[in-house]
T-cell receptor, first 114, second 112 residues
């Protein structure tokens, strides 16, 4: 049973538009939800994260919307750019930062010219 | 400040061989993780150490996989014997309380 689920394997988005990546989870004990960005040949790198006490976290063009009741969250990437072409992983853990992360299967974002 | 360092970056092994992958965490980090990444399964946790003590190991990986923390600044992952299905990218990551998890660039293992 997958504890963290990302609904799309890939997402094509017009440059300049907003990409929306969805994620859901099973375990009610999860309280920390980071999103990681990974480029080919590199390890994942933290993009933005949210704790379950919040329902929104914004950092520049990236925003997380979190719904604790529904056990889902989404990552919005505003004004998509060619440099956003990467795979994005939703992850979750309990007990704050220092515990093993459980990852979703990833969504590959492909910006394209309109 | 160096990030997480993994060596080698690429490894080719014959079926049945023993291979050892190495990881140096970020200096001062107490927690260290080994993950396996494949296109089909995504990122799977192999081992989790806190202050050199094994906190969690991926149940499915106990058989031929053994991770060790020889000291606070060095960890190894041994796969013995290797099988073609072990071909994957092996990622090491580290963190300390109230900081983000940092990943290395990974070791790409190919078993032929």
């Amino acid at each position: 049973q997958q504890q963290v689920r990302q609904s799309s394997q890939s997402l094509t988005v017009w440059e300049g538009e907003t990409a929306i990546l969805n994620c859901s989870y099973e375990n009610s004990a999860f309280d920390y939800f980071p999103w990681y960005q990974q480029f080919p040949g590199e390890g994942p790198a933290l993009l933005i994260a949210i704790r379950s006490v919040s329902d929104k976290k914004e950092d520049g063009r990236f925003t997380i919307f979190f719904n604790k009741r529904e056990k889902n969250l989404s990552l919005h990437i505003k004004d998509s750019q060619p440099g956003d072409s990467a795979t994005y992983f939703c992850a979750a853990s309990g007990a704050g930062f220092a515990s093993a992360l459980t990852f979703g299967s990833g969504t590959k974002v492909i910006p394209c010219l309109p | 400040d160096a990030g997480v360092t993994q060596t080698p970056r690429h490894e080719v092994a014959e079926k049945g061989q023993t291979i050892i992958l190495k990881c140096e965490p970020v200096s001062g980090h107490n927690d260290l993780f080994w993950y396996r990444q494949t296109k089909i399964q995504g990122l799977e946790l192999l081992s989790y150490f806190r202050s050199k003590s094994l906190m969690e190991d991926g149940g499915a990986f106990k058989d031929r996989f053994k991770a060790e923390m020889l000291n606070s600044s060095f960890s190894t992952l041994k796969i013995q014997p290797t099988e073609p299905k072990d071909s994957a990218v092996y990622l090491c990551a580290s963190t300390s309380l109230n900081t983000e998890v940092f990943f290395g660039k990974g070791t790409r293992l190919t078993v032929v």
